[in-house]
């Protein structure tokens, strides 16, 4: 059993950054590839950044690329999401996930926090 819980979210203006963490307890979280998703109000939730266990290797969505990184400190069971150059259209809310890393591609697992709202302003 994992347990995640994410912190970092508000109200920032576009332009602006933030910085997401998901912070874990439970079973080893270094045993997990960490996902970041997320939903926008209306529609499904959408994967953002994935990175594998030890932190060699990291993936993005087109949308975020250049904009975002995600990074994890294991000593501390915590996985990041550092969000710069926010837009209007990257208001949502950030959910971080326990999963898997195969072959540059994320797969979810059964494990979710209860997720944090990013609202960019413009």
């Known amino acids: 059993q994992v347990q995640l819980v994410e912190s970092g979210g508000g109200l920032v203006q576009a332009g602006g950054s933030l910085r997401l963490s998901c912070a874990a307890s439970g079973r080893i979280f270094s045993s997990y590839a960490t996902g970041w998703f997320r939903q926008a109000p209306g529609k499904e939730r959408e994967f953002v950044a994935a990175i594998s266990r030890t932190g060699g290797s990291t993936y993005y969505t087109d949308s975020v690329k250049g904009r975002f990184t995600i990074s994890r400190d294991n000593a501390k069971n915590t996985v990041y999401l ?20 195969r072959s540059g591609s994320y797969y979810s697992g059964n494990y979710w926090g209860q997720g944090t709202q990013v609202t960019v302003s413009s």
């Open 82 to 101: 550092q969000m710069n150059s926010l837009k209007s259209e990257d208001t949502a809310v950030y959910y971080c996930n326990a999963g898997t890393y």
